[in-house]
């Protein structure tokens, strides 16, 4: 089954972590057999294997911060080293597109051109090389837009997606973890957001930057990369009441798949005498469906390349194309073909229309 995956950070790998996307991911662990750090030699996500997991369609990142706390390779001194790491990160999507690896949808019909292509391919028994891989290019944390005026060259540049910030206080909103709302500049940053076109990505507000936004901003909302508070209390989930604000909305949130996030009381880097297994996953899934009363308003946003390796991801997942053992497990909770096949895709798929038409 075709998969959209609606939060990847590609370029962060490529050009912080020095993995070469082109190689699979088994390969760069090889690679990796002695470098130090956290997730190194467990990668989970690159090219090859985006491509054996049928994973069509992505939204993928560029991310970098400015937050006056520096942390080496993601949150930088000053604004303008942040701006051009993210035009770095831009840079790379659009040299693999060059290369004929990707191509970088950015409307309606490069949207439709490229999911058909998908299609053809599935439908002709998969034997051909596939098509591109299909990216969405959006920014996890705005620090990068210098100032919202500058917000139309990126667009022009493809930008379509801004989730406005990240982990901590950030320069246009407060991010997870934080008590912050909207900075002075947030507003002018939302309206030119709506003025464009560039969707509102909710994953990583705090929460008084959850409800500030929706009052700023009337534009189409998502979180691309969340699940839900009420079964793993954390801030970086969504309670009941932000979800049924998405739902109002028509947005979609892309349930994610982190230890942490999936199951309450998983540590990140610590060993655990429990396991967590897709079912898990279907648990968000579910709590999400109904709560919308339907499955409309849910997808998948992996994050499986966000920083950790596959040891902190659910049992069944070693790399990146083992997604597609999670349409047995939503099966096996009762889900019927139509509401899975909107799961994995059609959802994100019905939503993209929607903002482009
Ligand atoms: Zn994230």
């Known amino acids: 089954m075709l998969i959209i995956d609606a939060h990847l950070d590609l370029a962060l790998n490529a050009l912080q972590l020095n993995r070469d996307l082109l190689v699979s991911a088994h390969t760069i662990r090889t ?78 019909a490069g949207l439709d051109e490229s999911w058909a292509a998908w299609e053809r391919w599935e439908a002709g028994g998969a034997v051909a090389p596939p098509p591109p891989l299909g990216v969405i290019f959006s920014m996890e944390c705005a620090d990068a837009v210098l100032d919202p005026e500058q917000l139309e060259a990126w667009y022009q540049a493809g930008l379509r997606l801004i989730g406005p910030t990240h982990f901590g206080p950030g320069r246009y909103a407060g991010g997870t973890g934080s008590e912050l709302g909207l900075t002075e500049r947030g507003p002018a940053l939302l309206k ?12 990583h507000t705090s929460d008084q930057t959850f409800w500030e936004s929706l009052e700023h901003y009337q534009g189409p909302i998502l979180a691309s990369h969340n699940d839900c508070r009420a079964l793993v209390p954390n801030k970086r989930h969504l309670t009941d009441a932000m979800i049924e604000a ?63 390796g596959f040891d902190e991801f659910p049992a069944e ?7 597609q053992m999670i349409p047995a497990a939503l099966a096996a909770r009762g889900y019927g073909d139509d509401d899975i096949r909107g799961i994995m895709h059609g959802n994100w798929l019905r939503f993209l229309r929607r903002i482009w038409s």
Not at 192 to 203: P, V
Not at 250 to 272: C, E, F, M, P, S
Not at 317 to 323: E, F, K, L, R, Y
Request: hydrophobic share 40%; net charge negative.
């Open 246 to 308: 998405i739902v109002e909305r028509d947005g979609v949130i892309g349930a994610t798949l982190g230890n942490w996030q999936l199951h309450r009381g998983w540590d990140v880097g610590k060993a655990h005498d429990f396991e967590v297994t897709l079912e898990d996953l279907v648990d968000h899934i579910d709590h999400i469906c109904q709560l919308a009363g339907n499955a409309l308003h849910v997808g998948i946003g992996s994050d499986l390349d966000g920083g950790v």
């Open 317 to 323: 997942i070693d790399t990146v194309d083992d997604m």
């Open 192 to 203: 030119e957001m709506e003025r464009l076109g560039i969707a509102l990505d909710m994953s």
């Open 31 to 108: 690679h990796e057999l002695s470098t130090p750090g956290k997730g190194r030699a467990k990668a989970t996500t690159a090219l090859p294997d985006m491509r054996r997991g049928r994973v069509a369609l992505s939204i993928v990142t560029a991310v970098a911060k400015a937050s006056g706390h520096p942390i080496p390779h993601l949150d930088f001194r000053s604004a303008t080293q942040t701006y051009a790491i993210a035009q770095g990160h831009l840079a790379y999507y659009r040299a693999l597109e060059e290369e004929g690896h990707l191509r970088v949808v950015s409307d309606r």
